[in-house]
């Protein structure tokens, strides 16, 4: 994982499967951002992440639910295909929505 920071934006490049055994990191770098930085808009490089598994969805949505709380959002950028139809399918691409480029994902709204 590797992230950047800038303002209230946090960048974190993921490479790998998403899951209940490592989506506690991913939370903990945000909740640390939010509360050392004031990070309040993250984004999530997921061109490299095949799958994120159902627990490691909730933390996120979660995660998600808190940011929009306080005028941000926690979107992903470039995820695989089958991450874009289990957002779909689970109707979650609202409070986890998905874009194919960095500059669409940092638009305000």
Sequence with gaps: ????????LMILDLSGDITF??????VREIDTA???YGVA????????????????????????RELMEGGGYLR???PHPG???ALHRIRLEE???????????IRPG
């Design 76 to 78: 992903l950028v470039n």
């Design 34 to 36: 939010r509360h050392d």
């Design 21 to 26: 055994f490592n989506v506690g990191q991913v």
């Design 41 to 64: 808009r993250v984004v999530i490089n997921a061109e490299r992440v095949p799958m994120i598994d159902s627990a490691a969805f909730g933390a996120l949505v979660g995660k998600a």
């Design 1 to 8: 994982m590797q992230k950047s920071i800038d303002g209230d």
């Design 95 to 105: 409070i986890l929505p998905s874009f194919k480029s960095f500059e669409e994902a």
């Design 83 to 85: 991450i874009v139809n």
